[in-house]
């Protein structure tokens, strides 16, 4: 695959380079933290239109009021249950893609210097994190561990070494992943993802298009250069496009049997993610 003249590689990050999403743990970490910019009326309405009826904001707001005025903070953990509650509703009655867009609510209302520095220190200490520590009250959870997947690291660092242009494109937002780049010997400069259209340096609820998710993947490569896709590497349906479009594709192999069936199919390159976790004596 590296042999042969220098072309232009595209990787997945969430669970592809890491094991985890270094987006939805950043997500949960501004959840559990206090850091919503729900003093803002754009955060209400945006949760409002379409996805809650307007009786609902309005129990959600005086959670809110009673945690800012009263530091209540059983109030405030109810309102995060709800709202991560929120999200996997969205995620499975939406789809994916629905609910990577439905997180712009819980980014914006900050700076990217802001959200960088979050993300940096999610990115650092989740990586010393055992165990899954965060368990909604429904049953759900939240794994937030990360782990750089050293076998990938190393992968990048052949492609790099033999003048290959790599590139990570994540559909998390591009200034969260933008802080782990440099871990991967990359610029954060070589990072496309989500981004927010803002206003006097301040991210709004807005999306950027394309967001780069599945097709929006390779609109965003192709917004970059005209230059063939030599590899691609992702994990998920979401990278579909991505991998169908490279001239070589490696699936990191979640166990989702339909995606399988595509890549044997296209002659895909697949590992299964247990055993590159294993290799990493993730468990």
């Known amino acids: 695959m590296i042999s042969g003249p220098p072309q232009l590689a595209c990787f997945d990050f969430d669970n592809t380079l890491i094991r985890g999403d ?6 949960q970490y501004i959840l559990t933290n206090g850091l ?9 309405e945006q949760l409002q239109d379409p996805f809650l009826p307007v009786e609902t904001i309005s ?7 009673a945690f800012r005025k009263h530091k209540d903070t059983q109030s405030y953990g109810r309102l995060v249950e709800e709202i991560l509650g929120l999200y996997f509703t969205v995620s499975e009655e939406e789809g994916p893609e629905a609910a990577y867009r439905w997180t712009r609510v819980i980014y914006s209302g900050m700076s990217e210097e802001e959200l960088k520095k979050i993300a940096r220190y999610v ?3 989740n990586q010393k994190q055992s165990r899954n520590d965060f368990i909604l009250t429904g049953g759900r959870s939240i794994d937030i561990r990360l782990r750089i997947r050293k076998p990938l690291l190393e992968l990048i ?14 559909a998390s937002p591009e200034c969260c992943v933008q802080v782990a780049a440099q871990e991967f010997g990359l610029e ?5 993802g989500m981004r927010l259209k803002s206003r006097q340096g301040i991210m709004l609820p807005e999306i950027e298009e394309p ?3 599945n097709d929006g993947k390779v609109k965003a490569i192709r917004e970059i250069t005209s230059s063939e896709i030599g590899f691609a590497a992702g994990d998920a349906f979401t990278d579909l496009s991505m991998l169908l479009a490279a001239n ?3 699936l990191i192999d979640h166990g989702d049997p339909d995606l399988r069936s595509i890549g044997e199919s296209a002659g895909w390159w697949i590992q299964s993610a247990d055993s590159i976790d294993s290799w990493l004596n993730v468990q």
Do not use: C, Q
């Open 188 to 192: 954060p400069s070589r990072v496309r």
């Open 157 to 170: 660092r052949l492609l790099k070494e033999r003048n290959w242009e790599v590139w990570i494109i994540t």
């Open 36 to 44: 919503l910019r729900a003093d803002l009326d754009e955060f209400w």
């Open 22 to 27: 270094l987006g939805v743990a950043t997500m």
């Open 59 to 65: 129990v959600w707001r005086d959670l809110w009021r």
């Open 123 to 125: 990115f650092v200490e």
């Open 248 to 250: 070589r594709s490696l």
């Open 211 to 213: 967001l780069t998710f």
